[in-house]
Structures are given as structure tokens and as C-alpha cells.
């Protein structure tokens, strides 16, 4: 196995990369902001969250939040950003310890299924957001899927031998299946239970790597 950029590296690097634009800086008034917002897509969806409805929830007047977040779409912006930097900095504590490439894809299935499936916001834009539910979700989840799969597969290549082929289907089927698991986690099995999730992960990700 040769060396190369952790998964969780690799990730920053796809998702959060330098040439960005700085996020808005970390203060309380700007977490308090991002709390209250967070809580308001969660309940209602974003279409019905207002600038008004974030202040109010912050304990802020709107001419304050309007200085920090000109407008919803940046509010959303931020919210997100932070939400993908807890995803990766997450992911880098539970994936960094395996030095193995499949019990560090097994750690980072399950890491990837217990985050998506506890994330409030995320539930509540499809539930409530009738756009963001059809196509406009559509098109995001599949550049979203698009990024994980090459970034695994990359990782794949270059730290566990693979070619280039055999690591993208590997990838595809690991990020689909995250994704099946997050939305439908019940049938036989109890994919909502972290010991089943773990024993689950623990067949099935050696198994496509392996079987590859």
C-alpha cells in the first residue's frame, strides 16, 4: 500500500478547496446565527424560513443579522459550509486511526450513515422543500454522489493498489449503498441500531472491496 492524502484530506480538498471564499468567520454572534437558522430549516424548510424568523429565533434584530448575512441565500451558504466542515473534521477522527484501506472505508461507511441520518436540516429541505425535493435535489445529490465516488476512488488507487476501474465501481456501489442505508436503514435488519450498522458495515464493505 503506498502513501497518499487521507480520505478525509482528499475530501476537504474536493468539497472546501483554498481557492474558495473564506467562511464567515467563527464568533458567537455568527454560531448563534448559524444555531437558529439551522433549527428553522430543520422545522419548516428553507423556502419558509425568512430573515425575519432567523433573527427572531437568534434573539437578534433583523438590522444586526442583516450585517453579518446580507441575505438568506448566504445564511444557507454558511449553514451548509459549516455542517460539510463537521462532516469532514468527523470523519478524519474515525477514519485517521485504520491503517488499513478496507477498515478505514468500514469506519468511514458507518461514520458517513450515522451523520447523514441524524442531520435535522437535511430532513427537513426534503420534507419541506417542494423544489429542493424534485429536480433541484436531483441535480445537487448527484454532483454531491459524483464527488464522493471519485474521491474514494482516488483514494482507492492510490492507497490500496487498485486501478482506476475497479476502484470506481468500488466507489460507486459504497457511496449508493450509504445512501440506501440512510434512507431506508429498516427491513430485515435494524440499520438504525449502532451495533447492527457496525456488524453490517463490517461484512458488507470488505466483501465489495474484496469482491471487486
Not at 419548516?44 to 433573527?55: E, K, L, Y
Not at 438568506?72 to 477514519?95: M, N, P, T
Not at 459524483?146 to 465501481?169: E, I, K, N, Q
Request: charged share 20%.
Amino acid at each position: 500500500m503506498t502513501s497518499g492524502p487521507s480520505l478525509a484530506d482528499r475530501l476537504h480538498a474536493a468539497l472546501l478547496p483554498a481557492g474558495d471564499a473564506a467562511p464567515e468567520p467563527s464568533t458567537s454572534t455568527t454560531d448563534r446565527i448559524l444555531d437558529a437558522a439551522s433549527r428553522r430549516f430543520a422545522e419548516v424548510g428553507v423556502q419558509n424560513t425568512t430573515m425575519s424568523s432567523i433573527a427572531a429565533e437568534a434573539g437578534l434584530s433583523r438590522e444586526w443579522l442583516y450585517r453579518h448575512f446580507p441575505n438568506r441565500d448566504l445564511v444557507v451558504a454558511a449553514v451548509l459550509q459549516r455542517e460539510l466542515r463537521r462532516f469532514i473534521d468527523g470523519l478524519a477522527v474515525r477514519a485517521v486511526e485504520q491503517a488499513d484501506v478496507i477498515d478505514a472505508l468500514t469506519e468511514a461507511f458507518v461514520y458517513c450513515v450515522e451523520f447523514l441520518r441524524d442531520q435535522a436540516i437535511l430532513e427537513g429541505m426534503v420534507d419541506r422543500d417542494v423544489q429542493l425535493a424534485s429536480t433541484d435535489l436531483r441535480t445537487h445529490a448527484g454532483a454531491v454522489v459524483g464527488v464522493a465516488v471519485r474521491t474514494c476512488a482516488g483514494y482507492l488507487v492510490d492507497l490500496g493498489g487498485f486501478d482506476p476501474v475497479t476502484a470506481t465501481v468500488i466507489a460507486e456501489t459504497l457511496t449508493r449503498l450509504v445512501g440506501s442505508t440512510v434512507i431506508a436503514p429498516q427491513a430485515d435488519l435494524d440499520l438504525h441500531d449502532p451495533e447492527t450498522l457496525r456488524s453490517y458495515a463490517g461484512r458488507v464493505v470488505p466483501a465489495i472491496v474484496r469482491g471487486s
